[in-house]
């Protein structure tokens, strides 16, 4: 068994100074924390694997595709492999948990 703590993954993804911090990754699938600060850009490309997104905590949207909608802690958002998207107007600090599957490369 691999079981984590959300508050030690946080301040791993802090210490390292980065927005995105794997911390699983298996032969089908990776998962990792996503941060992202109120009012800061979401830099991130279309990826080659399929992917979802689980809210932890903060407020935004986001836009995949054509479509926007709201996210905040508890929504969960499926995103396909190579469709853009992009979180934005980010009223509160985003902690996100991402599955990709396969795993990123």
């Known amino acids: 068994m691999k079981a984590f703590r959300l508050d030690e993954l946080e301040a ?3 210490a390292h100074d980065g927005a995105y ?3 699983l990754r298996e032969r089908n699938m990776s998962v990792g924390l996503y941060a992202l600060n109120a009012g800061e850009h979401d830099p991130q490309n279309p990826h080659k694997q399929d992917e979802v997104y689980f809210v932890v905590s903060g407020r ?3 836009t995949v ?3 926007t909608t709201q996210v905040a802690r508890g929504s969960v958002v499926y995103v ?4 853009a998207h ?3 107007h980010i009223t509160e ?4 948990m991402v599955v990709f599957s396969p795993p990123e490369s």
Not at 80 to 83: C, N, Q, S, T, Y
């Open 93 to 96: 600090d985003l902690r996100v």
């Open 60 to 62: 935004a949207s986001i």
């Open 86 to 88: 992009k979180f934005h």
């Open 65 to 67: 595709g054509m479509e």
């Open 12 to 14: 791993e993804r802090a």
């Open 80 to 83: 396909p492999a190579g469709v």
């Open 21 to 23: 911090l794997q911390f």
